[in-house]
């Protein structure tokens, strides 16, 4: 069922995430006409998103979130080609969990410039591009990973709270401009990017978040939204247990 305030068109990074194409379905169900894809692999999200929203036209583009200097080409091609964009969902990341000190420098800085560096550039070209044209909303998929440090992922996580806090701080630069900007911190997916981990509790699923997702888009007035939401509070409370406390809590997972 068409939705008048869902976009109609749509500008992915990062789009062959399981999150991403569930996402652009979800969308599609609501209206969604257009996107373009931009991944490493644009061929693998085409397919993904055809077999998933066999509605939506797709332009596949390659991109990689590192290489800085393409990211205000991307967002300009995008904006032209799709005449405007309505929407732009930042799904970029790579998981690294169970690494923590086992990650060494090189593998610090390619998590460090995929998941956090990178997008924040890509987001700040797009944001430019979309403030330009006074409307639209900016979705950055973050992490509740990104709440509090644990042993086992806190190169990870670390990623996350910055581009989480990033993204926060360009939603309120953004206020007046007509672009806003959503936040969302889902907890465990479970997805390609999980597979083979044990599912950590309040465990969803890439509809579930694309379900969140659309919601907070056409609400218009949610800015950060956790995922299931009862992990809200509940980090509200785990952001201030004592570390020790903390430690034993978080465990290995």
Not at 79 to 92: E, S
Request: charged fraction near 20%; include cysteine; glycine fraction near 10%.
């Amino acid at each position: 069922m068409s939705d008048r305030r869902a976009p109609r068109s749509a500008l992915v990074l990062g789009a062959t995430s399981d999150i991403a194409v569930a996402c652009v379905a979800e969308f599609g169900r609501r209206g969604l006409q257009q996107a373009v894809l931009a991944a490493r692999d644009p061929a693998a999200a085409t397919d993904a998103v055809a077999a998933a929203a066999p509605d939506v036209r797709t332009t596949p583009r390659r991109w990689d979130a590192t290489e800085v200097s393409d990211h205000r080409a991307l967002a300009t091609e995008a904006h032209d080609h799709l005449g405007g964009i309505d929407l732009a969902l930042c799904a970029v990341g790579m998981l690294g969990h169970h690494a923590g000190r086992a990650m060494g420098p090189e593998q610090v800085d390619e998590m460090v410039r995929t998941n956090f560096a990178g997008p924040a550039a890509a987001l700040a070209a797009v944001a430019e591009v979309m403030a330009a044209d006074g409307r639209g909303t900016i979705v950055v998929l973050s992490s509740v990973a990104g709440q509090r440090a644990r042993r086992s992922n806190y190169v990870y996580g670390s990623s996350k709270a910055g581009l989480d806090v990033f993204a926060q701080g360009l939603g309120d630069a953004l206020v007046g401009t007509g672009v806003r900007v959503v936040v969302v911190r889902p907890g465990f997916v479970v997805s390609r990017m999980t597979e083979g981990l044990d599912p950590a509790p309040f465990a969803t699923d890439p509809p579930t978040v694309a379900r969140t997702v659309a919601g907070a888009v056409t609400a218009g007035h949610r800015e950060v939204v956790p995922v299931p939401v009862l992990l809200g509070p509940l980090f509200g409370v785990l952001r201030a247990a004592p570390r020790p406390l903390w430690r034993r809590i978080a465990g290995d997972r």
